[in-house]
């Protein structure tokens, strides 16, 4: 008699996994596609960016991205020929279009602002987030219930509904335009997401460790920093990640509260549309040079987020 | 090393008293055991020596020197927890080395500190292992390790066995009770397994709702149970009671229980009319047709050299020890003899131990209720 049978009781069979993949590739695909489609439009010359039937095919050009980090001027084609020899590629690029350089962009300044609002936010929040979780999670704090209730209600709304207070309270207080002032008004909003996400990784996070640690002479602070902390890793990371890609994506209140030295990429993009026709290869270009930073933080932080929650050295 | 000395210990969580007026010594040197049913406030007890929790009132002193509000840290002393509690972040020889970088020694003292330790404990083949892939048992040693690093004054272990599987369990015992022998270091080890505490300790306190039941050596607590929650509670089956009424007169020698006189050890205080409880341990009944005391055979558990038998009396099943040759049916009618000069007697009211000839020679038997 052989015990074998035809089939396992829990692992799925060949046809389930053939459905799951090919569910799996289709949402992949289409969740790809309009990136991919940004991606390719970043390399169009713009008569081919607005070809119809669009062109899956074409010859790539970097003229967005020159148009996108630099503004040009039309110019009458005998002032361009009466011009030394183009200085590289850009400089030729825009002079085919009877165009001169006349300097650079305001997109690198205003990716820098992302960049700082955004990182600088994230950490506050994830900071002060990490901190609170602990208090909540370990101290038997007046009213913790309320209070949690109360951090997380502040999420009840969409933040833009407080944009005009918030408005008229930035001015009055040298807030508007500022990086301090979108770092602060992005840490408020994400600061309830990181106390909650993180109160639910450390309480999962046994006590022993803190205790074992106090008792062989640490302090409580000392104890946290060398035993909570780098269990709670997987916490911080994925709270990063979710309080970053809001910062990063930003729209309503960047467009509202920046305008000039302190204006997010969010904001910054679109106007690019205006300048001197409808440079979609431009704002293509300015698109996918802003999904960078977030691409290669989420890849770094990717091991820690699939790691998953494991004491090992804790029996259960 | 130091003596730890526990004065009118108590500890409530809001209403519910957890710890109740504890007071006990345990001398230099000494393994010491708390032993008790689940939530009966040992590890709360433990936990207040260790400075994690703070106590509502009373005094802990530790070497002499009061410790009571001290935090952790400033206590000198060890503890190993159930769970074990090793880094997981961190090797097998920076677990050890930990509690000596937290006193900011050097490197190489850490090094060769870490590494005779992990000798005495047979794991110095692990030292840079990661603490996730080991045994059981070699979890257990590292936080032990962990514990003996430092030399601390004491020690303090919270059912470091009780998530072990039993040849592990056996075998940790044994290898507790040997680093004792070396290193004679004052250890307080809380467990719910009588047969944990009666191999290790030197003294054992029994626990229960918060209170010491009974203080002294595993023999005093064996043969002399303070209390009936005691005297169920330690042995395995536990004492059997036999009700009976009456007084007793200081000077007695016999009561009767079941219609059958009983001798008894001779009866040191005078109790006033009650219901009262004879106690026998099972392995001191013996059968015998001629007594007047009987019951039928209600089932047999055979252990190898003895058996268990359940006889069913007029007062309930009593539980006897008997050697494995006898061969008894269900429902065979017996007669029993008890070991007179090992029974014990109590009210049942309080549940209090009369004090009768066994108590004689006890010096420190009695728990130190406040």
Redesign the interface.
Known sequence: MSLTTAHSVVAPSGTAKGIAGTIIVAYALISIVPLLWIFATSFKTPPDSIAYPPKIVFQPSIEGYCNLFTTRTRQTPEYINSLGPATGFCDETVRKRNMVIAGPSNFLPRFVNSLIIAFGSTFCAVFLGTLSAYGFSRFKVPLADDLLFFILSTRFMPPIAVAIPIYLMYRELGLSDTALGMILLYTAVNVSLAVWLLKGFIDEIPREYEEAAMIDGYTRLQAFWRTVLPQATTGIAATAIFCLIFAWNEYAFAALLTSGTAQTAPPFIPTIIGEGGQDWPAVAAGTTIFLVPILVFTILLRKQLLRGITFGAVRK | MAEIRVQHLRKAFGDFVAVQDSSFVVEDGEFFVMLGPSGCGKTTTLRMI???ELPTGGQILLGGEDVTMR???E?D???V?Q???????MNVRKNIG??LL??GMPSAEIRQRVEETAKLLRIDHLLNK?????A?GD?QRVALG?AIV?RPKCFLMDEPLG?LDTEFRDLMVHELRELHNRIHATTVYVTHDQMEAMSMADKIAVMNHGVIEQFGTPREIYDRPATMFVADFIGSPPMNFLGFGGGLAKGAREIVVQGAKVAVPEVREDIAPADMALGIRPEHIRFDDASKLRGAIYGTEYLGTTQIVAVETADGIIKARVPAEIRLAAGDHVGLTLSSARLSLFEKGSGRAVRTAIHDTVSQGRAQHG
Not at chain 2, 83 to 89: Q, S
Not at chain 2, 130 to 134: C, F, K, M, P, R
């Open positions: 260790a400075g994690l935090r952790a840290r206590r002393i060890a503890f927890f769970l074990f509690a090793l880094y997981p972040h930990f509690p937290a006193q990661s603490v996730s892939g080991l059981g979890r962990r430092r998530t």
